[in-house]
């Protein structure tokens, strides 16, 4: 079963911290990319930051510098370290697998699998 928890989430003042954690399956977690997305009302979800199996990571230009992807393989979590938080980072934050979501495909259907999310507020 494909399953993403996420977790971490929170109200904070601009220029302070959080830190997300999602843990996903197993099966899931030992052959994928892990990535962070988020959404804001009305828009469409984005990645915001990539980790691959072999840690090399990538981040939206509005992120870099700010914001720190990591996986533990031994846990199944991959986690999202935010600094320097702007009220633009108000979102809902989501785990998945990258470079793209987790799709399941059979001959009758398909489905993206998706967490509950996490909220992050950034308001003084």
């Known amino acids: 079963q494909v399953q993403f928890v996420e977790s971490g989430g929170g109200l904070v003042h601009p220029g302070e911290s959080l830190r997300l954690s999602c843990v996903a399956s197993?099966?899931?977690?030992?052959?994928?990319?892990m990535g962070w997305y988020r959404q804001t009302p009305g828009k469409q979800r984005e990645l915001v930051a990539g980790?691959?199996?072999?840690?090399?990571?990538d981040y939206v230009d509005s992120v870099k510098g700010r914001f720190t992807i990591s996986r533990d393989n031994a846990k199944n979590t991959v986690y999202l370290q935010m600094n320097s938080l702007k009220s633009e980072d108000t979102a809902v934050y989501y785990c998945?697998?990258?470079?793209?979501?987790?799709?399941?495909?059979?001959?009758?259907?398909?489905?993206?699998?998706w967490g509950q999310g996490t909220q992050v507020t950034v308001s003084s």
């Open positions: 998945n697998t990258y470079p793209i979501p987790y799709k399941a495909v059979t001959s009758t259907f398909e489905r993206e699998y």
């Open positions: 980790i691959n199996i072999g840690g090399e990571t």
């Open positions: 197993g099966s899931i977690f030992s052959l994928y990319g």
